[in-house]
């Protein structure tokens, strides 16, 4: 059974950068067929896809976030990051790591999500 951990403060200033880590369990983030993605949903509104990094270690990005978000692994830990700069009360969030299964063109596996709240 796959399971991700998102990780990270659940407060940060404005203007500073916000930075989550999901750590899996039960599969390897190296392993064919699979995206690990951050996902968030703002209060009151619907889910929104951050970005991708691949089984290669390629990335992908949203275009409304490409140019504030970053996203890197550490295969020896099995943990895949997130790291938004710059963000403002809008970013305020719960944020949701994600597996992406190409055979099924869907998600399969998600973490429970952290509340991540921008305010000073």
């Known amino acids: 059974q796959v399971q991700l951990q998102e990780s990270g403060p659940g407060l940060v200033k404005p203007s500073q950068t916000l930075s989550l880590t999901c750590t899996v369990s039960?599969?390897?983030?190296?392993?064919?067929?699979?995206?690990w993605s951050w996902i968030r949903q703002p209060p009151g509104k619907g889910l929104e896809w951050m970005g991708d990094?691949?089984?290669?270690?390629?990335?992908y990005y949203s275009p409304f976030l490409e140019s504030r978000t970053s996203i890197s692994r550490d295969t020896s830990l099995n943990q895949f990051s997130l790291h938004l700069s710059s963000v403002t009360p809008e970013d305020t969030a719960v944020y949701y790591c994600?597996?992406?299964?190409?055979?099924?063109?869907?998600?399969?596996?998600w973490g429970q999500g952290t509340q991540v709240t921008v305010s000073s």
């Open positions: 994600a597996r992406f299964y190409y055979d099924y063109e869907s998600y399969d596996y």
């Open positions: 039960g599969g390897s983030i190296r392993t064919n067929y699979y995206a």
């Open positions: 990094i691949l089984y290669n270690g390629n990335t």
